[in-house]
């Protein structure tokens, strides 16, 4: 089993900053793979940001590139998003996904088994 809490949503203007974090604990082997997906109402879950293979590798929406970074503190067991120069495209609920290593499909919802609750960021133009 694995538990993820994740905290930094919140309420910007277009343009700005926000640093979401993801604390994770449970079996490490199910959470090789950390990811980032967000959620607007109406729309499909979409893979924002992955960092796979215990740090191996990281991989990034298109839309997001050059914006966000994911991070990861294997001392804190806690995985980041920074957010810059953030849109109101970019508006949603934020989730924290961790799964095993498995080196393809990193932004799918389909590769990861355990999700957190979620945090919202609101943009606001």
């Known amino acids: 089993q694995v538990q993820l809490v994740e905290s930094g949503g919140g309420s910007v203007q277009a343009g700005g900053s926000l640093r979401l974090s993801c604390a994770a604990s449970?079996?490490?082997?199910?959470?090789?793979?950390m990811a980032w997906f967000r959620q607007a109402p109406g729309k499909q879950r979409e893979g924002v940001a992955a960092?796979?293979?215990?740090?191996?590798?990281?991989d990034y929406a298109d839309s997001v590139k050059g914006r966000f970074t994911i991070s990861q503190d294997n001392a804190k067991n806690t995985v980041y998003l920074q957010m810059n120069s953030l849109k109101p495209e970019d508006t949603a609920m934020y989730l924290c996904?961790?799964?095993?290593?498995?080196?393809?499909?990193?932004?799918?919802?389909?590769?990861?088994?355990?999700w957190g609750q979620g945090t919202q960021v609101t943009v606001s133009s």
């Open positions: 960092v796979y293979g215990s740090g191996a590798g990281v």
């Open positions: 996904a961790a799964g095993p290593p498995y080196m393809g499909r990193v932004l799918k919802p389909g590769t990861y088994n355990y």
């Open positions: 449970g079996d490490p082997y199910s959470r090789k793979n």
